[in-house]
């Protein structure tokens, strides 16, 4: 279920399978970031749901879990416990604002370690998503 805080951030409530180191890595990703320039085309909102993407390079009905950071009309931030191939398309599932479920075909745009086991990443939405554009 999507619920939107009182500052108007989207999330979902947080499932026994999320991470408990999770949130600490968020924090610090985040703390990192506001400390350099932000050379983002597109404005991201903070966005925290639990993802799944299946990339086409994939076997069928394989997908890896993804928390995500932050989204745009364009593109989305995130969090995963596996290295992903830069490069490659693919179908990300994840919750919209108003809790409908999501596929949006997209295109992995980077992958790096950020703590040991943990990668920090963004994919590239092949089509606007109008929808997160509407996040406050």
């Known amino acids: 279920m999507v619920l939107v805080d009182a ?14 180191e999770l949130e600490f890595i968020l924090s610090a990703l985040e703390a990192g970031q506001s400390s350099r320039h932000d ?5 991201r909102k903070r966005y925290r749901v639990k993802a799944a993407l299946r990339l086409f390079v994939d076997k069928p009905l394989e997908s ?23 490069g490659y398309g693919g ?3 994840l919750p919209a604002p ?3 479920m999501l596929r949006i075909d997209c295109t992995l ?8 086991g943990w990668f920090e990443g963004a994919v590239y939405f092949n089509r606007e998503q109008f929808g997160f554009g509407l996040i406050k």
């Open 39 to 43: 050379l983002r085309a597109t404005a």
């Open 64 to 86: 890896r879990a993804l928390f995500t950071r932050d989204v745009s009309r364009r593109g989305m931030g995130f969090v995963t416990q596996h290295r992903l191939p830069l």
């Open 98 to 100: 108003d809790g409908r």
């Open 91 to 93: 179908i990300l599932e």
């Open 7 to 20: 500052m108007g951030c989207a999330h979902v409530d947080v499932e026994p399978e999320w991470p408990a």
């Open 109 to 116: 745009l980077r992958c790096r370690e950020a703590v040991r």
